[in-house]
DNA sequence: GCCGTTTTCGGCCCGACTGTTTTCAGTCG
């Protein structure tokens, strides 16, 4: 797929052309085609070859040239001819918080500014601070925004955000003049990382609840603390986190909880319709002219423009808003329809937990069952079960289900797909078992596409774990053709794994949604190898919603008859 | 560069903050 680097390319246009000093609107052109490039499901080959780039709305007539030039040429001239004449670092200037693209025009114009080294020698020598329009303050907080971008801070996984933002809003409700709070921007959007941590409250005396807040105990540095925004600097074992809490009027949360939510692509296109409406919308309120027609709740803001309350991990827009219109938005999947977990690891492969315990975890959760997807006997390292052993273990799960009246322990694997394709277990074991999980482990470069559609070729195997492979924090993932393990999917009717670990949330949104499109169903299952990693569940649901995934698509949200019956 | 229930031309999201160019440009979210 081409997607990303024809993404990559129109945004590196946008850059260097805002640079150039160019037309605005121009710019923003390029970059939204950028975003929609990277979001699209779809491979934009095939769409190029069936001639529908202009019917992508953001994609006109000169950008669909341009993919076409792209397609056949391998690279485009107008992208030639713009950046040749810009040092590529200049580019990557952009990224420097209180540096836009006006003053880098100028240092590079005036003072032949092409690389961050020549940035900050010509901030020491003074020579930056004596350009017209610039000063003193303005480069001492460029110099700020030097060093921020230095020690580059890294995306927060949303799992870790998730738990720093349960503590500070614990500690926030303490304070007494507290209101309504809630947390925002993409940690509330659900995205896989987050940048900070945006909180929304409202309350009787700003100041007072902006000082509480600074108080948490985690808070390493202050960065601000007025009358409505604070913003301090967590320290966390894997170094410093930002979060920020902004207090509002009591009538306008709604509007400032929408406003702060996003993603911005999503508000932008919002307020274009509220505009076409004669309405305006900002995040004190929808306005018709001076009058306030609305701002308490979001579901307000959305109802004014006709539209019903479109969940935040939805808010991306990738068609979102026009579904929303015509009343056809996905009923999305809550947690409160999860029914099991279908892959947890016990003691007796690499787990922390007997399966009696997993099982009382399970059942305080509210679920109907649990799945056991141990190891297969070829990972050594993670005490893989032997033939011999998963009997036992079946044994076991046999008599501790009769204990139970409403609540039903499964006989799982996560069996190894070998190197040659071959499944860890022969057909006469994995027979004995309610849930079979296929799973990569070992051989990342080696014909994993084949081993993986070979696999999906046993009628006893239930679903793919981790399709992609990859490691949030860690690795890229196997060298996989995950269209073809989809389309493989389909044809033998095969689940995919959702894997909720904080660490893998594998498929992706993307891919999710590719394969609700295609059909395919699939399950989520946290890996857990520890108690408190049952929660991940939440993690897992909230990807799901961002993959537009409903019930129907999930195996997990079925009831336990009717998944042994759909086995 | 894109787009059309006002439009094939003339618009394109909104507001806050900051510093500097004393009236607004640049940057950010």
Redesign the pocket.
Known sequence: MKNKELAWIFARLGDALEIKGE?G??I???RK?ARILEDLTEDIEAVAQEDRL?EI????????NKIDEYLQTGQIK?YREVVSRIPEELLDLLE?????????HVAHQELGVKTLDDLKKVIEDGSLAKL???????VE?IKK?IEIYEQAQERIPIFEALNIVEEVIAHLKKAPQIGRLSPAGSLRRMKETVGDIDILATGKNGSRVIKHFIQFPGVNRVLAAGE?KGSVMISTERGERQVDLRIVDEPAYGAALQY?TGS?AH??KL??M???K?L?????GVFKGQKKIAGFDEKEVYKVLGLPLIPPELREDRGEIELALKSLLPQVVDYSDIKGDLHVHSLHSDGHMSIEDLAGLARAMKYEYIAICDHSQSVKYAHGLSPERLLKQIKEIQELNQRYKSFRILKGIEVDILQDGQLDFPDKILKELDIVVAAVHKGFKKKVTERILKAMENPLVTAIAHPSGRLISRRDGYEVDLEKVLQGAKNKGKALELNAFYDRLDLNEFYLRKAKEMEIKICIGTDTHYPAGLQMMRLGVGIARRGWLERKDILNCRGYKELIRNK
């Open positions: 037309s609107f121009k923003i052109a390029y085609a202009k709305p953001g994609i006109g007539s000169g950008i669909a107008k420097i918080q209180n540096l836009g693209a006006k003053t880098i017209y329009g610039l000063g003193e303050k303005k907080n925004g409505t702060f911005k508000n932008i307020r274009a509220a505009r076409s004669g305006k919308i900002s995040e004190y």
